[in-house]
């Protein structure tokens, strides 16, 4: 039994648990994968504020991690399938195991979106990634497409003409969602050249990726692009598969939570990426993590209260 359960050991969750554990709660972190989330496998955090260098993501999260380790934290590495939040004493399902909690903390993050155009899913891993930090290294001296115009499809790829000898980005617009300071350096740089208002119809290949099918917007032309790799950084899903409509989310499955990132049930938060916000940086998920876990601290000091009455 658990004071809070936290689910997910992104910035967010390693934040929350190193409140909620060094404000002395018994503190369980659910995760699935390598503790870290998503900023583990940037290359590089440059507006993480403290390190005027930048810092590398997994290194960072690195650190979360063993400062949670240091309060108490503990680490239960397994999957979440199912939530029960019908008792006061809320139940998190596992693959393994059923946990029980007073208070549960979601921060499960997000995951990069599909595209969804044939030759996405048959070329995964045969030259189609979602993550440059990881499968970068594979293409040197290759020619890549990035797609995408946010910070992720800009800033990534940035970090892939360490590696390929042409970076071709291809937006379907003509204006950007990333930084325009991100948008200047990747226009400065001689190894990237953009290909915009271009929709990509279909990523071709045989047995690994040779290109991408295009389909310019304005001119209705359809073209073909050479390329041996096809980066796809075109936004995020919610992490929210473990959800059966216990809690209450936007359309696109973004929880929705209250200015003290309180859910529709009681006890239960959202921190991070997985909440319906306006912004998904460190930055914000730890802001989120430590708000999260000093409201769970309230809640629990009120159900004792209660109980004890
Ligand atoms: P994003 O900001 O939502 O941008 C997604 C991009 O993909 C948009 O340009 C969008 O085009 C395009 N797109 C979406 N669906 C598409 C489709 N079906 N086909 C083609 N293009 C499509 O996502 P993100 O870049 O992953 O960033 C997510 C969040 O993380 C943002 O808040 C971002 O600021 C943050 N982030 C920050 C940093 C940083 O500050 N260093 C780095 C990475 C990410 P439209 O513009 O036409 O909609």
């Known amino acids: 039994m658990y004071d809070v359960i936290i689910i997910g050991a992104g910035p967010a969750g390693l934040t929350a648990g190193i409140y909620a554990a060094r404000g002395g709660l018994k503190v369980g972190i659910v995760e699935f994968a390598m503790p870290g989330g998503q900023a583990a496998s940037t290359e590089n955090i440059e507006n993480y504020p403290g390190f005027a260098e930048g810092i590398n993501g997994y290194d960072l999260m690195n650190s979360f991690h063993k400062q949670a380790l240091t309060f108490g934290v503990e680490f239960i590495f397994e999957e979440v399938q199912k939530l029960d939040f019908r008792e006061s004493v809320k139940k998190i399902q596992t693959n393994s195991q059923v946990l029980e909690a007073n208070a549960i903390i979601i921060a499960a993050g997000s995951k990069p979106r ?57 937006h379907r617009r003509s204006s950007f969602r990333a930084s325009q300071i991100a948008v200047n350096r990747a226009k400065d740089n001689p190894k990237i050249r953009f290909e915009l208002n271009a929709v990509v119809e279909e990523i071709l290949g045989q047995g690994k990726v040779e290109g991408v099918r295009i389909h310019e917007v304005h001119s209705g032309e359809i073209r073909e692009i050479q390329a041996d790799g096809v980066f796809i950084y075109i936004g995020t899903d919610p992490n929210a598969q473990f959800i059966h ?34 912004l998904r940086q460190v930055a914000t998920a730890v802001g989120d993590g430590a708000l999260a876990a000093v409201e769970v601290e309230k809640y629990l000091s009120e159900l004792n209260t209660l109980s004890s009455s």
């Open 245 to 278: 409509g216990e809690i209450k989310t936007d359309d696109l499955g973004y929880i929705l939570t209250d200015n003290h990132l309180k859910t529709n049930i009681a006890g239960v938060y959202a921190a991070g990426d997985i909440r319906n916000t306006p």
């Open 114 to 170: 599909l595209l969804g155009v044939p030759g996405e899913i048959v070329f995964r891993g045969r030259g189609v990634s979602y993550c440059a930090t990881c499968d970068g290294a594979f293409f040197k001296g290759k020619t890549v497409i990035v797609i995408g115009g946010g910070n992720a499809a800009i800033e990534e790829g940035l970090y892939l003409t360490k590696f390929a000898t042409e970076v071709i980005i291809v």
